[in-house]
């Protein structure tokens, strides 16, 4: 399963959702960066193919990063890569 997590501006938590397939995972990556960089906020509708229920709407310009990385049953244990150890790095200093 491969994630799709958005980071949002005045937000802690990201938004994620999952694609089974790399190349589904690959194109939305691109249409949420393509939409980031557009002149005009746009409203972007993720759905999610391990929770199929699941659906989110944001706005374009309320996306402060884009992480997609590969999720295996162990790992995915709700932390998004990178932002654990940046936690440690900032709490250390």
């Given at each position: 399963m491969i994630s799709i997590d958005l980071t949002l501006?005045?937000?802690p938590m990201p938004v994620s959702v999952q694609r089974k397939e790399?190349?589904?995972a690959e194109a939305l990556y691109q249409t949420i960066v393509t939409a980031m960089q557009g002149d005009r906020p746009q409203v972007l509708e993720l759905t999610c193919e391990?929770?199929?229920e699941k659906k989110v709407a944001?706005?374009?310009d309320?996306?402060?990063a884009v992480?997609?990385?590969e999720k295996d049953g162990a790992a995915s244990a709700g932390k998004v890569p990178g932002?654990?150890?940046l936690g440690q790095?900032?709490?250390q200093g």
């Open positions: 501006k005045y937000s790399k190349d589904g391990k929770q199929t944001i706005m374009s309320q996306i402060s992480i997609v990385s932002f654990a150890a790095i900032v709490n």
